[in-house]
């Protein structure tokens, strides 16, 4: 995979992990804890799932992309 693949898969795992945790509030406003501790669970599994799927294929096959997406969060808070 060319890199500009790579940083588009690094780009959908972070755009589908903030719209993941975006969810978390709704979630905890309207579910009881219990339920809203398991769904919490549920999102925390899905995250990990897009990292690994994405991310991490990503940043194996060009490890210069975890310099990459360190520099962007520190100089813009996000990726």
């Known amino acids: 995979m060319d890199i500009e693949l790579a ?42 799932q897009v990292n690994t799927a994405l991310l991490a294929r990503a940043v194996a096959v060009h490890p210069v992309l975890e310099t990459e997406i360190e520099t962007a969060i520190r100089e813009h808070g996000r990726y």
Do not use: W
């Open 7 to 48: 940083r588009a898969m690094a780009r959908t795992a972070f755009d589908a992990n903030r719209s993941l945790q975006a969810i978390l509030p709704q979630l905890k406003a309207g579910l009881s804890e219990a339920d809203y501790r398991a769904c919490a669970h549920d999102v925390a599994v899905a995250i990990d």
